[in-house]
């Protein structure tokens, strides 16, 4: 319960709370290995789930099998808020454990059930609430990433956005190469002799998913 309270879900909630809570909102939880799929796309899903250890990818896959990925969950962070707040709507995404993980899954529907013996309830919804402006957000930031037309401005707009986030211009991301090109929608050969090309031009250096940002771009 020590990490569960100092989550933004549970932000001001006590672990007598968390307790509390635990028997009206049927808290459970789950292990996974990576590349399980939690909640797949087309499934109707009426729980939060709060990752405890590891991370969950948000990933979408067109008709033509074209991934694209959304965002990383790290621990202490929720994913399907969206659509556990939102009765019978499908999931249009993939939650698949990006590495082994612990999930505690919440459920939404007895959240917004009013309980005398959990009267912290309003205090987890108010931390729903801004989670899910903050999830709106990272859309909003992927979306600015992706619409350069250029690999290199795609890089940039990323690369500014972590420098600004980490505040450094050595920045540590979530990503591998191909998740890195999913995230940016490029393919993956294309991100790579790009990268290189940069380092070439004294951009940049890097190495695995660490990268020194030589110029100023804040």
């Not at 672990?15 to 459970?28: C, G, W, Y």
């Not at 990818?57 to 939102?86: M, Q």
């Not at 995404?93 to 459920?107: G, K, S």
Request: aromatic residues 8%.
């Amino acid at each position: 319960m020590n990490f569960i309270s100092k989550t933004a879900l549970f932000r001001g909630c006590s672990e007598e709370d968390i307790q509390n809570m635990s028997k009206h909102l049927d808290f459970r939880t789950g292990s996974y290995k990576k590349g399980h799929v939690i909640f797949g796309a087309g499934s109707i899903v009426t729980d939060i789930g709060l990752v405890l250890s590891g991370s969950v990818r948000i990933e979408h896959t067109d008709l033509w099998g074209n991934k694209s990925i959304l965002g990383i969950t790290p621990a202490g962070s929720v994913f399907a808020e969206s659509y556990a707040c939102i009765p019978n709507e499908p999931m249009m995404v993939d939650a698949v454990a990006n590495e082994d993980c612990d999930i505690l899954f919440i459920n939404v529907p007895k959240l917004f059930m009013p309980c005398s013996a959990c009267d912290s309830q309003n205090t987890l919804i108010h931390n729903l609430v801004m989670i899910s402006a903050g999830k709106n957000l990272q859309l909003s930031r992927r979306s600015l990433h992706t619409s350069p037309k250029t690999i290199r401005g795609r890089l940039f707009s990323y690369f500014s956005q972590q420098v600004s986030a980490q505040g450094s211009n050595k920045i540590i991301i979530p990503f591998d190469r191909q998740q890195l090109a999913d995230y940016l929608n490029l393919d993956r050969s294309a991100l790579s002799k790009e990268l290189g090309k940069m380092r070439n031009d004294g951009l940049i250096e890097y190495n695995k998913n660490t990268f020194v940002i030589k110029i100023d771009i804040r």
